[in-house]
């Protein structure tokens, strides 16, 4: 139980000290949301258009950041030591622990910045439900990058590679939390609108983190 | 595309079946060919 | 498999599929008298083929009285002679009918086919294309299978480590996204007639095209990979594994509760439920045509293994050839 705690421990340790993961997530969302202002200058932007535009911030943003898990241990050589130290189970829920509170991190900085930069279009009128697809949202993106960085860190070329990966298989994630992130901006009582959305998003979370928890040993053990 | 128009059933129709014969027609080339290599 | 080694299989399979695209597309279509009224009424089309069992003639009036395959009772204007002495009482005929809107009348167009075999039903929108059924539905049927079949051939190969299961997965996976690739063409013709253009994002269309990129990112991973087979192999058959994990949501979640063209959508915008797989489990389609489909499916079902086997045999004589070179 321990054992976990401290690869999160680690993790953490790391950020705090080089502030790479989360600084760079930041400047993603700042620069995507300088640009969107940028081009739409005075311009009346729909709810359609809000929810797509933070699901694409937040999604490349996630691959800027989350896929730093694996894919450094990698490039400095420390995976051999995590995995002496550690079971795979351990690193693997630590890793998850910590990715789910980047993300989510990610995602309150993401709707800080919507807030202010977009106060005039973006009113969010039902916030329990946009906050339960955001959370759940994050949860999935989280989940995903997460044992699919562990696959490319264990590939000799690393680069480009999770996004391309990484994309598809989020893509019926993120259609359902834009869906359902849409819905909440345009109407107060969401929940009916937004039910098959959300047991979209919990289904498919659940589903990612079972299989990657049964898959990761695989991965991980050479 | 107003004989195209007219004509919906044929070129959705021919489309099909040639999809599948030609894919049935291929196949078995293929599987000459690997019998060949695979009795060499 | 050793089924496929067989020439007398293959040429069986060969006729059986040649027989069935026939079939597809010789059986006549048959509607109701509602269709043809609400279809004229509608301005969709004059001219509706229905079928209907002749009760009656009146050689004076040229009244045929019909009943139809809901129990209406309707009457045609057989005004030809020459179409009223080809049937007689208790046939079933299959005719071209023009509803004239103005005195509410039948009139015969042309006499299709007298005592047919089996005939389609009138899908509504759809008209002649509904018989594409039993070609892009199937197709889409047997992906979903290939996929599965390759999740489960990468599942095993993770566990007993067997290079043979690897390869079954590839090929599986390979002739999955063909037959999802065969799916989206041949849907996007028909949806060029149906609907007016040949891609309009349609909830299943966008997913369909998700899945294309979820395979096509298995193959280019694999092919991206410089690593040893072994390792190569691993890597690939967990993406597998979790590739799979969206399909169910792509294919039978997403396209049911988000608006769509496609029968079944959660708008209701093409009405009702999906035709065959829905949650209330009941199938709303025409027995005829939903046994023709499954003959299609089964049909298309072996020209996938066909694939996959002889996909798997190609592999195979590579990896001997780079193991003798």
Known sequence: MSSWQGVLRKDLAIEFRTRYGLSAVIMFLLITVAVILYSTPGEQLQPSILSALMWIALFFGAMTGLSRSFIAEEERGTSLLLRLYASGESVFLGKLVYNVGLMLTLAASALLFFEFFFARDFHIRDWPMFLLQLSLGAIGVAAVSTILSALIGRASQKGALLPIVALPVLMPLVIAATDAMRITLEVSNAWDGVRGDILILVSFDMAMVLVSYVLFDVIWRD | ?40 | MKLFRSNIFLWCLGIALAIQVYIAFETPIGGSFSDAKMLAMNGVQDVTPIKATLLSYDPVTKLGRFRDLYDDTGHVVMSDKAYATKAAVGDVLVMSVAYDKQTATNNLVDLIRVNPMMTFPMIQGLGELGRNMLFHVPMSMVAFIAFLMGTIYSILYLIKKDFDYDRRARASSAAGLLFTALATITGSIWARFSWGTFWNWDPRETSIFILLLIYGAYFMLRSLLEESEDKKARIAAVYNIIAFVTVPFLMFILPRITQSLHPGGGGGMAGGEAPIINLSGKVHTDRTLLNMHWVSVFLFLFVFLWLKDVYTRILRLQDKQTEEN
């Open chain 2, 1 to 40: 595309m107003n004989f195209l128009e007219h004509n919906a059933l044929y070129v959705v129709g021919i489309i099909s079946a040639v999809i599948w014969l030609g894919l049935f027609f291929f196949m078995f080339g293929m599987e000459r060919r690997v019998r060949k290599l695979e009795n060499q």
